[in-house]
T-cell receptor, first 115, second 114 residues
Framework: AQKVTQAQTEISVVEKEDVTLDCVYE???????LFWYKQPPSGELVFLIR??????QNEISGRYSWNFQKSTSSFNFTITASQVVDSAVYFC????????????FGKGTTLSVSS | KAGVTQTPRYLIKTRGQQVTLSCSPI?????VSWYQQTPGQGLQFLFE???????NKGNFPGRFSGRQFSNSRSEMNVSTLELGDSALYLC?????????????FGEGSRLTVL
């Protein structure tokens, strides 16, 4: 069975702190895609990153970085120098190659950044 | 470029009624997916439509149905509403032609069942 686990339910940090959101996934498939989405209070899910199972390169985009490790089935997300605008719910998700657009989401991590 | 538009944004129904939600995808996108978000179950995939055909379906009862029109707009319908159907219903659009492609989500329709 496929599963995504985000063990951290809520995280609170002070502005400018670095924070890492953990994501562990389970699948027996060899071809799959991993995603991170951000959900602000408005409700829509905002795409942050997509990674396929054959690309283990880490990625950095501004203050955001992602660490994908197949050996530990993890796809962690780090925000450097957090800002109040980063406050949101963050979801990690998995799609199997044959599953079309059927994302399997984790339960999400609520990040609160205070000034 | 206009994003994904969902209507209505908020609605209140009573048990036993039915509801229809609408989703207009990004222009040029042919795939529309629907998700249900509840505090208890989180985000769950309902179904996907591509070129007016249901291409994939999640594990929901037959009370949940959908369709897609030739202009790619999609509707989902929930019949015989139950209290547990109270949720945020999110629509996502994508090109639908590449595996694992990026999904663009709307702001959702928040349904309350009394």
């Amino acid at each position: 069975a496929q599963k995504v686990t985000q063990a951290q339910t809520e995280i609170s940090v002070v502005e400018k702190e670095d924070v890492t959101l953990d994501c562990v996934y389970e699948t027996r498939d060899t071809t799959y895609y991993l995603f991170w989405y951000k959900q602000p209070p408005s409700g829509e899910l905002v795409f942050l990153i997509r990674r396929n199972s054959f690309d283990e390169q880490n990625e950095i985009s501004g203050r955001y970085s992602w660490n994908f490790q197949k050996s530990t089935s993890s796809f962690n997300f780090t925000i450097t120098a957090s800002q109040v605008v980063d406050s949101a719910v963050y979801f990690c998700a998995l799609i199997l190659n044959q599953a079309g657009t059927a994302l399997i989401f984790g339960k999400g991590t609520t990040l609160s950044v205070s000034s | 470029k206009a994003g994904v538009t969902q209507t209505p944004r908020y609605l209140i129904k009573t048990r036993g009624q039915q509801v229809t939600l609408s989703c207009s995808p990004i222009s040029g996108h042919r795939s529309v997916s629907w998700y249900q978000q509840t505090p208890g179950q989180g985000l769950q995939f309902l179904f996907e439509y591509f070129s007016e055909t249901q291409r994939n379906k999640g594990n929901f009862p037959g009370r949940f149905s959908g369709r897609q029109f030739s202009n790619s707009r999609s509707e989902m319908n929930v019949s015989t509403l139950e209290l547990g159907d109270s949720a945020l219903y999110l629509c996502a659009s994508s090109l639908g032609t590449t595996r694992g492609g990026e999904l663009f989500f709307g702001e959702g329709s928040r349904l309350t069942v009394l």
